[in-house]
């Protein structure tokens, strides 16, 4: 029988990424980045005041991922959750960089002790999600983002998957609203563990009782 699945994001759930941004952001280019609005609208040249135009915020971005991920690092507990929970269940990190990103997203989580595969993606995370469930047939998929938007694709696409909205970086989750499409939020990785291991729990209770009935 296939072991149970966790398909998680890594920006905000594994791994820092908005204030290891926001500093390359204020070092390199001027920038100054707020939390507190939406993304898009957070970036401001510190020297005008004005917001940064759309098209640079995603050229920043790219810029970020492409020579700045090494300024990283693990969010709190979720190595050592993962960990465990890899001890139970199937790992992988589903993560919108994109194919061509991949491979270096892969050194740079590996080098954190997560040694999962990793997808590179592109938009709403369902039909990659669908896809996995259908290559790996588990009896129970978990899915871990900190995006309301993909909560919301995957709900559409693979809606008996299990939906975890955590998003770990504490001076951006007061930020975020509650994904209404998940079904929990949970930003601590201590009490995100228990809830998955909780749910992989109540599953093999029930296939026990099935196999001696």
Sequence with gaps: ??????????????????????????????????????????????????????????????????????????????VEAMTRLAERADVVILTNIGAEMAQARAEQIHR?????????????????????????????????????????SVARDAPQCWRLHLVGEPEMAPHVEVAREAHDRIDDWAMAEKWISSRIDEYEEVMRHSAQA
């Excluded at 709403?124 to 978990?142: E, N």
């Design 112 to 152: 954190h002790a997560l040694p999962y595969p990793v997808v590179g993606n592109r938009g709403g995370k369902g039909p990659a999600v669908s896809l996995l469930m259908q290559q790996r047939c588990p009896p129970i998929t978990f899915f871990i983002d900190d995006l309301a938007t993909n909560h919301a």
């Design 1 to 78: 029988m296939t072991r149970p699945l966790i398909i998680t994001d890594c920006d905000e759930v594994l791994m820092h990424m908005v204030v290891p941004f926001r500093s390359w952001l204020d070092e390199q280019h001027g920038i100054h980045f707020d939390f507190s609005g939406g993304f898009e609208r957070a970036l401001r040249h510190k020297t005008s005041g004005d917001a940064v135009e759309r098209a640079m915020v995603w050229e920043l971005l790219g810029g970020f991922f492409k020579t700045e991920m090494h300024r990283q690092t693990p969010i709190p507990g979720a």
